[in-house]
């Protein structure tokens, strides 16, 4: 399998299986309720280890839970720790409710402190960090080869006032002295106070995956400067760090209605509720994970035809399976994870009758619900059977009329060698799915 590496612009080859693939994806920082775009690199990261599973690789997928930070801090003056832990139980619920499972470990900053304090002191001796009035800088004019991931070298400022013990502007902060408001604080010997964002991330990907490791993930606006200063921090204390950087695009909302408020996404929770898990996974599929994708009514509206369409294909007949189609889906994901690519073979499966092959995918993807049989009311196969015996009498005004009190309550019947067949039909909005009960 082949990605495409920021840190040398080019697709990179994984080592062959049945290698181990250690991959760590960045997670929220979590001060409210998560965005939809912040599935985006939740939703990558699941789909790659399950791809890679299938493929005979073992993999271990960490995705972490930023809950020190300062926007915690800004929107929860003095109770701080208890927005973080109620957001995380909030982002834990919506990405369940994806129907993909979880990572193999989701570790939280707060839990990592002292060993991250034990890698600031480490960077100290190695002359790579220095301590300034209660803070911790990291020296950018140190590392020979900052700015080789991203190709920016120039650091935005930090949060807040600067701090005017600063060896150079650039210095970013692997630890903050604890400021007025702060609830949650740690002591080490240059002071009391807590991590830097950055620092974080280095260390919770370390402790779980080793100092070397396969695939670093995110969203792009990460790239610069969070992943370039993890990589710094990393290879100050002569660490690999990750291997291949591989980074999604950005999800822009289109349309007024999309927005709660000016230049903020619906959050995922409400996504999913007027939606549901399908439609929202098959409309990030539709997209290649690099590029950005456009998030509207329209575009999910389609990501719903598209689930029905899947979902209506398991009510005709299985063709005989034809493994070899298979390779077809392992070319295009195996070659940048090419899901738009992959949809499409999905849908020629469906057309073909290849209902075993279509199966198979749709479970990598979290999307095995489509292949499950939806059974009528009761009241509904009672009505079927009842034009059933209408039609076999030749009673065809009751039978038509039986007909249309069927597809009232949301069912199409179709007429089969002994019998009928019951399938939904899907009404109003994409994922608005009502039958009758």
């Not at 509904?380 to 039986?402: I, K, P």
């Amino acid at each position: 399998m082949r990605l495409f590496n920021a840190a040398t612009k080019s697709l990179q080859t994984l080592p062959p299986a049945p290698a181990h693939i250690g991959m760590y994806f960045c997670g929220p920082t979590v001060y409210a309720r998560a965005h939809v775009g912040n599935a985006r690199p939740f939703v990558l990261g699941m789909w790659l280890r399950a791809w890679l599973r299938s493929r005979g690789y073992g993999v271990t997928l960490v995705h972490n839970i930023t809950d020190i930070n300062d926007k915690i801090y800004a929107a929860a003056p003095g109770a701080s720790a208890a927005l973080a832990e109620r957001a995380t139980d909030w982002y834990l619920q919506d990405v369940a409710a994806l129907g993909l499972g979880l990572p193999d470990e989701l570790p939280k900053a707060s839990n990592y402190v002292p060993a991250i304090v034990d890698f600031i002191q480490k960077l100290i001796d190695a002359g790579a960090a220095y301590a300034a009035e209660g803070d911790v800088y990291f020296r950018v004019g140190r590392a020979a080869d900052y700015g080789c991931l991203s190709g920016r070298t120039q650091a935005e400022p930090e949060e807040g006032p600067a701090n005017p013990a600063k060896e150079d502007p650039r210095d970013f902060a692997l630890w903050k002295a604890t400021k007025p408001g702060e609830d949650t604080f740690w002591q080490a010997s240059w002071g009391r106070g807590r991590p830097g964002w950055h620092i974080e991330c280095s260390v919770m990907a370390e402790q779980l995956l080793g100092h070397s490791f396969e695939i670093h993930g995110g969203g792009v606006d990460l790239l610069f400067p969070h992943h370039e200063n993890e990589l710094a921090q990393s290879r100050a204390l002569g660490r690999e760090f990750a291997r291949i950087w591989v980074h999604n695009g950005m999800l822009r909302s289109t349309g007024a209605k999309m927005s709660k408020s000016a230049g903020e996404l619906v959050t995922l929770r409400e996504a999913l509720d007027r939606w549901g898990a399908e439609s929202l996974l098959l409309f990030l599929l539709g997209g290649h994970f690099r590029r950005p994708i456009d998030f509207s009514e329209q575009s999910m509206e389609q990501a719903g035809a598209r689930a029905e369409g899947l979902r209506e294909a398991f009510a005709q007949e299985r063709a005989p399976r034809d493994e070899a189609q298979w390779q077809a889906l392992v070319e295009v994901l195996d070659d940048d994870f090419n899901t738009p690519e992959a949809l499409a073979i999905l849908h020629r499966w469906a057309d073909g009758g290849q209902l075993d092959l279509l199966e198979r995918a749709l479970g990598i993807f979290g999307l095995s619900s489509l292949a499950e049989p939806v059974r009528a009311p009761g009241l509904v196969e009672q009505l079927a059977r009842e034009r059933q015996r209408a039609r076999e009498r030749q009673d065809f005004d009751a039978a038509d009329r039986l007909r249309s009190a069927i597809e009232a309550a949301g069912w199409q019947v179709r007429d089969e060698a002994g019998g009928f067949r019951l399938t939904p039909v899907r009404v109003g909005k994409a994922g608005d799915r009502r039958y009758l009960s």
